[in-house]
Structure formats: structure tokens, C-alpha cells
């Protein structure tokens, strides 16, 4: 006998109990998105892999480690489940000339791939919500898109979530303190983990993120990049912190908080939690003026970020929200050769008129069909036997409470269902708020 096949270690099945979380979860964000005038783009999940190579950098861990990458078969090109969003969406604003008439606020949600030891909070598979403004300069651009994630935890009612912010300054100003953090570094290598060793010559600004508590006081030590930044970019990183100022947006400046990419510029943000444990970053995002010109369009300035759709839904969860089972209006029962039907043409007239309606299908006694009618959470029960077909109309019985203002159980004419369906699930108020 053959082994069940079992999902990839670290690609998850979404089960019916969770994936009605997760659609009341993307049904908030595209409120929230479409509020802000952000609008969607949806790119494929499979890029040449030059794409990442060129945005990403070769020498990064997710170049080097994490891309699943395979070769076409068809020509022999080398190709990439997306570990990100950024690279897409910029290849595909070029690509499409999305640009030409003005900056975009842009928008996308989806699953990204990375070779990653699995662990909660951090899959193979995992999904992203990503947004990106390409084409705005100024500290505002920022600064809103700042605001947008702190909008998000309250309309989800999400606590516990803080905001670090800090500067990257431009490319010359992290040049110099790049060369003086290496001296740094260089001088202390005998204090350096494994890790933070490979990473020196390669991405030394990644050290300073170090989870290793025997390095923190080195990284504390270490040259700070503020110190380096010429006054346009103090200019913007005051700018920003004024808006979220203005906006009453509390907020941590940690120099400690970099990206190891050269494209990024300026503004960096993280909101973290103490609530998931390890993985505690549940939206990161900056300014990243540099990457349209270095996937090769005119240099373009761009912002946005990206969050964790697990970590966010697990941090939903563990303060108490609970996910909202779909039920239908009505259950239809059926028994007999002209009641079935008669009932499934009944079933089709009611949810042509806007009403959802489960037809029982498979067979069965009646006691059992209603069973199944009260266990699918439907406050209705539609009962058609041969004797209600012959007659064109159907039974209607309350399988739970709350409809005082009707009857228990009541045989409508099949002509007027409709309508009294909805007096019994969506009772008007009369003029002095009474059903």
C-alpha cells in the first residue's frame, strides 16, 4: 500500500477554520489599501532569477541560500519562485511603463518562497502583503506609509505592536561610515561570531542586527550611521519623525536598524512585537530611491514595505480574535424524486434573489438531513417533501432563536419565499427603531 503524500515541510495547507480568517483578514487590508488610494498589481510567482540576483545582490543570504531556483526545460533559463515582492513589482512598472503618467501607489498580496529552516512564524512558503509608492520624494510618502500600518493594528485591534525607525542616509554618507565600521569590526575580529564573520567583508552593515547576546555590547559600541548623515538627509529623517509627531505616532529611533541591500536610502521602519517570540518583526519596509535605476529605468525615488500575513494572523489569534464561520441563510431539505427537484429549483430562484442557500445533496432520511441542517449553523431549515412540491410551496422552520416576530415553523407559497425570507432575516425598523 502506497504512503500518503504529505505537503512540503515548511509549505502549509490553509484548512477551512483558517482560510475564513485569512479572507476576513485580506478583506480588512484592501479596505484599508483602497482608503489610502493604493491599487493592486499582481505579478507572477516565478522571475528569471537575474531579477533577485541584480536588485537583491548576489551575496546575500537569500541569493546564496534561500531562492528556489530551477532551470526551464523548454529553453535552459534559470528561474525563481519570487522570495519577495520589491524586485517584481519594480520589473514590472518598467516592463509596462506604468510611470509615464505620474507616481503610483501600488499594492500587491501573495505567497513568496525561501529555503528557510521552518520554525512558527516563518515557513517556506509564506505570504506577504507588499506596498510600494514609486515616484514621491519628500518625508510625507514616508511618513504616511508609516501611518497606514498603525491605522491597520487599530482597525484590527491588534496592542502590543511598537515602531522603530531609523536613517540610512544616502550611498556616499553609508560609504564612510561603512569604512569606519569595518575598521571597527576588523580591529575586534577575535570577537566575532561565525556568522558576523562571513558577513564582514560581504555585508557589514548586517552585523549590526545581530540576535547574538554576546555581541551586543561590540554592536553598541560600533560606529553609528546618524552620525554620518549630511544635512539633506537629517532634513528628511526630521521631516518624517515631525509627521509622525503631528499624527501622534509613537516611535523608537534604534540606530541599530539597517538593511544590508545599497539600493535602500534614507527612511527605515520595523514594527515589532514581543507577543511571536523570535520572529518578532511583523511589517518592515524604507525609502529605496536607488532600485528602478539599477534594474535599469531612469532613477525614480520609491518607498514601501512589506508584512508577514502568518505572523500578523497569529498575533490576531493569540489576543482573542476568533474567525467568523460562513453560514448560509437556509438549509433545504428534500424527500422524494419531485421534491428534489422541485428544491433545487427552489434553492437556485433564492439565491438568484441575493440569499445563501445550502441544498442538501446525497441522499438520506429526513431526521438526518435535518441534522445536517442545524449542524451547518443556518437559522433556517427549508423543508420540501413531494406533497410541498405538488403544491408549489416549502417549509420554513427556525432552527435557532431571535425571530420572535415570525413563526416557528410556517408553509409559504413558493411565489412569495423570497420575500418572506427576508422579513424574517432582515426586519425593517419602523420610525421609532422598532422591528
Same mark, same amino acid.
Given at each position: 500500500?502506497?504512503?500518503?503524500?504529505?505537503?512540503?515541510?515548511?509549505?502549509?495547507?490553509?484548512?477551512?477554520?483558517?482560510?475564513?480568517?485569512? &479572507?476576513?483578514?485580506?478583506?480588512?487590508?484592501?479596505?484599508?489599501?483602497?482608503?489610502?488610494?493604493?491599487?493592486?498589481?499582481?505579478?507572477?510567482?516565478?522571475?528569471?532569477?537575474?531579477?533577485?540576483?541584480?536588485?537583491?545582490?548576489?551575496?546575500?543570504?537569500?541569493? &546564496?541560500?534561500?531562492?528556489?531556483?530551477?532551470?526551464?526545460?523548454?529553453?535552459?533559463?534559470?528561474?525563481?519562485?519570487?522570495?519577495?515582492?520589491? @524586485?517584481?513589482?519594480?520589473? @514590472?512598472?518598467?516592463?509596462?511603463?506604468?510611470?509615464?503618467?505620474?507616481?503610483?501607489?501600488?499594492?500587491?498580496?501573495?505567497?513568496?518562497?525561501?529555503? &528557510?529552516?521552518?520554525?512558527?512564524?516563518?515557513?517556506?512558503?509564506?505570504?506577504?502583503?507588499?506596498?510600494?509608492?514609486? $515616484?514621491?520624494?519628500?518625508?510625507?510618502? /514616508?511618513? &504616511?506609509?508609516?501611518?497606514?500600518? =498603525?491605522?491597520?493594528?487599530?482597525?484590527?485591534?491588534?496592542?502590543?505592536?511598537?515602531?522603530?525607525?531609523?536613517?540610512?542616509?544616502?550611498?556616499?554618507?553609508?560609504?564612510?561610515?561603512?569604512?569606519?565600521?569595518?575598521?571597527?569590526?576588523?580591529?575586534?575580529?577575535?570577537?566575532?561570531?561565525?556568522?558576523?564573520?562571513?558577513?564582514?567583508?560581504?555585508?557589514?552593515?548586517?552585523?549590526?542586527?545581530?540576535?547574538?547576546? =554576546?555581541?551586543?555590547?561590540?554592536?553598541?559600541?560600533?560606529?553609528?550611521?546618524?552620525?554620518?548623515?549630511?544635512?539633506?538627509? #537629517?532634513?528628511?529623517? *526630521?521631516?518624517?519623525?515631525?509627521?509622525?509627531?503631528?499624527?501622534?505616532?509613537?516611535?523608537?529611533?534604534?540606530?541599530?536598524?539597517?538593511?544590508?541591500? /545599497?539600493?535602500?536610502?534614507?527612511?527605515?521602519?520595523?514594527?515589532?512585537?514581543?507577543?511571536?517570540?523570535?520572529?518578532?518583526?511583523?511589517?518592515?519596509?524604507?525609502?529605496?530611491?536607488?532600485?528602478?535605476?539599477?534594474?535599469?529605468?531612469?532613477?525614480?525615488?520609491?518607498?514601501?514595505?512589506?508584512?508577514?500575513?502568518?505572523?500578523?494572523?497569529?498575533?490576531?489569534?493569540?489576543?482573542?480574535?476568533?474567525? *467568523?464561520?460562513?453560514?448560509?441563510? =437556509?438549509?433545504?431539505?428534500?424527500?422524494?424524486?419531485?421534491?428534489?427537484?422541485?428544491?433545487?429549483?427552489?434553492?437556485?430562484?433564492?439565491?438568484?434573489?441575493?440569499?445563501?442557500?445550502?441544498?442538501?445533496?446525497?441522499? $438520506?432520511?429526513?431526521?438526518?438531513?435535518?441534522?445536517? @441542517?442545524?449542524?451547518?449553523? @443556518?437559522? #433556517?431549515?427549508?423543508?420540501?417533501?413531494?406533497?410541498?412540491?405538488?403544491?408549489?410551496?416549502?417549509?420554513?422552520?427556525?432552527?435557532? $432563536?431571535?425571530?420572535?416576530?415570525?413563526?416557528?415553523?410556517?408553509?409559504?407559497?413558493?411565489?412569495?419565499?423570497? /420575500?418572506?425570507?427576508?422579513?424574517?432575516?432582515?426586519?425593517?425598523?419602523?420610525? /421609532?427603531?422598532? #422591528?
Amino acid at each position: 500500500m502506497s504512503q500518503t503524500l504529505q505537503a512540503i515541510r515548511g509549505m502549509n495547507d490553509i484548512l477551512p477554520a483558517d482560510a475564513e480568517l485569512w &479572507e476576513q483578514f485580506e478583506e480588512a487590508v484592501r479596505d484599508w489599501l483602497r482608503a489610502y488610494g493604493y491599487r493592486p498589481i499582481r505579478m507572477p510567482m516565478v522571475e528569471p532569477t537575474p531579477l533577485f540576483a541584480r536588485a537583491i545582490g548576489e551575496v546575500t543570504d537569500i541569493v &546564496e541560500k534561500e531562492m528556489y531556483s530551477f532551470e526551464d526545460a523548454l529553453n535552459g533559463e534559470s528561474l525563481t519562485l519570487r522570495p519577495e515582492g520589491t @524586485a517584481s513589482c519594480v520589473r @514590472a512598472v518598467l516592463q509596462h511603463n506604468l510611470l509615464y503618467d505620474g507616481p503610483k501607489r501600488l499594492w500587491y498580496m501573495g505567497p513568496m518562497f525561501r529555503h &528557510e529552516r521552518p520554525q512558527k512564524g516563518r515557513y517556506r512558503q509564506f505570504h506577504q502583503v507588499g506596498v510600494e509608492a514609486l $515616484g514621491f520624494s519628500g518625508p510625507d510618502i /514616508d511618513a &504616511e506609509q508609516i501611518a497606514m500600518c =498603525a491605522r491597520l493594528w487599530d482597525d484590527l485591534g491588534l496592542t502590543g505592536i511598537r515602531l522603530e525607525i531609523n536613517s540610512l542616509g544616502q550611498s556616499d554618507e553609508r560609504a564612510r561610515h561603512r569604512a569606519d565600521l569595518l575598521a571597527y569590526l576588523q580591529q575586534r575580529q577575535d570577537m566575532l561570531d561565525d556568522d558576523a564573520r562571513r558577513r564582514l567583508h560581504s555585508n557589514p552593515l548586517r552585523i549590526l542586527d545581530t540576535k547574538n547576546p =554576546a555581541l551586543q555590547g561590540l554592536v553598541d559600541a560600533a560606529p553609528k550611521l546618524i552620525d554620518y548623515l549630511g544635512a539633506e538627509s #537629517l532634513r528628511h529623517f *526630521e521631516g518624517v519623525q515631525q509627521l509622525l509627531k503631528d499624527a501622534a505616532i509613537p516611535y523608537r529611533i534604534n540606530p541599530r536598524l539597517v538593511r544590508g541591500l /545599497d539600493y535602500y536610502n534614507l527612511t527605515v521602519f520595523e514594527w515589532v512585537t514581543d507577543q511571536l517570540g523570535a520572529q518578532g518583526t511583523v511589517c518592515a519596509g524604507g525609502r529605496y530611491d536607488g532600485l528602478v535605476a539599477q534594474l535599469g529605468g531612469k532613477p525614480v525615488p520609491a518607498c514601501g514595505f512589506a508584512m508577514g500575513v502568518e505572523r500578523l494572523l497569529a498575533l490576531w489569534q493569540d489576543q482573542g480574535h476568533q474567525h *467568523e464561520s460562513v453560514v448560509p441563510d =437556509a438549509y433545504l431539505v428534500h424527500q422524494g424524486e419531485a421534491a428534489g427537484r422541485f428544491g433545487f429549483r427552489v434553492a437556485e430562484a433564492l439565491r438568484s434573489a441575493g440569499f445563501a442557500i445550502q441544498f442538501h445533496c446525497g441522499g $438520506g432520511s429526513f431526521k438526518s438531513q435535518m441534522k445536517k @441542517a442545524d449542524s451547518s449553523g @443556518a437559522p #433556517l431549515a427549508l423543508i420540501v417533501g413531494d406533497d410541498e412540491a405538488a403544491a408549489n410551496s416549502v417549509g420554513v422552520k427556525q432552527l435557532r $432563536g431571535g425571530f420572535e416576530q415570525a413563526p416557528a415553523q410556517v408553509t409559504v407559497n413558493f411565489d412569495e419565499l423570497a /420575500d418572506h425570507l427576508g422579513t424574517i432575516l432582515f426586519p425593517m425598523e419602523d420610525d /421609532d427603531g422598532n #422591528l
